[in-house]
Each structure stands twice: as structure tokens, then as C-alpha cells.
């Protein structure tokens, strides 16, 4: 599989999944298959459960999941793995940027490395 992966995440209570993110090229989908939790994105907030599914297309929209529970959240996540694609932190000084030779590097967001 090269052009898309799968995730099988697990999040303990009071975890996130990430920080609020969007990517440059890189679309996702997400399915719930335990738990609850809370998608946070521009439009707000959106409480989760088991069965609910949600896609992230095209790229650019910011989003996280939050468990905010006391049980932990497991969902899959599948998006396409693009070489090219970039990672923004809206809320945070922090951008993923691939660099001449391919390798994804951390940087502020005026693009000095950390």
C-alpha cells in the first residue's frame, strides 16, 4: 500500500490524538469503533461514539480528537500518504515540512528548524 495507510489508535482518557492540525495534501478518514470522544474543528466541537465516521477532504481543514471520557476511544484512521504533504498547527508555532531530500522535519512556523 502506497498510497494510503491505516491507523489503529487507542486513546486513554484525557488524551488527544493530536494537536489541532491540517494537512497540505493529505486526506482522512476517520471510523469509531469504541468509546467517546470529541472531534474539535472550525466549526467547533462534535461529540463522538461508536460508529460515527468523519472525513477530512479536502486537505487543509484543521482538526483533533480529544477523549475527554473515562474509557478509552479506539478508532481507525486511514488517509493517503502523500510525500509532498505539509502539517500546520494553527494554534501552535510548529509546521512539518519536507525538506530536498524527502525527510519530514519539524520547523516554526517562520520555517527555522527546531
Same mark, same amino acid.
Given at each position: 500500500?502506497?498510497?494510503?495507510?491505516?491507523?489503529?489508535?487507542?486513546?486513554?482518557?484525557?488524551?488527544?490524538?493530536?494537536?489541532?492540525?491540517?494537512?497540505?495534501?493529505?486526506?482522512?478518514?476517520?471510523?469509531?469503533?469504541?468509546?467517546?470522544?470529541?472531534?474539535?474543528?472550525?466549526?467547533?466541537?462534535?461529540?463522538?461514539?461508536?460508529?460515527?465516521?468523519?472525513?477530512?477532504? /479536502?486537505?487543509?481543514?484543521?482538526?483533533? %480528537?480529544? +477523549?475527554?471520557?473515562?474509557?478509552? #476511544?479506539?478508532?481507525?484512521?486511514? !488517509? *493517503?500518504?502523500?510525500?509532498?504533504?505539509?502539517?500546520?498547527? /494553527?494554534?501552535?508555532?510548529?509546521?512539518? %515540512?519536507? +525538506?530536498?531530500?524527502?525527510?519530514? #522535519?519539524?520547523?516554526?512556523?517562520? !520555517? *527555522?528548524?527546531?
Amino acid at each position: 500500500m502506497r498510497t494510503f495507510g491505516v491507523n489503529l489508535t487507542r486513546l486513554p482518557p484525557g488524551v488527544q490524538s493530536a494537536l489541532l492540525h491540517s494537512h497540505s495534501v493529505q486526506e482522512e478518514f476517520v471510523y469509531i469503533l469504541e468509546g467517546e470522544g470529541t472531534l474539535i474543528t472550525d466549526a467547533g466541537e462534535t461529540p463522538l461514539c461508536a460508529g460515527m465516521c468523519m472525513g477530512f477532504s /479536502p486537505a487543509g481543514a484543521p482538526h483533533q %480528537v480529544v +477523549n475527554r471520557s473515562s474509557g478509552d #476511544l479506539v478508532f481507525l484512521e486511514v !488517509g *493517503t500518504r502523500e510525500t509532498a504533504d505539509e502539517g500546520s498547527y /494553527p494554534n501552535d508555532d510548529l509546521k512539518v %515540512v519536507t +525538506n530536498a531530500e524527502g525527510k519530514r #522535519l519539524s520547523a516554526h512556523k517562520d !520555517g *527555522t528548524p527546531y
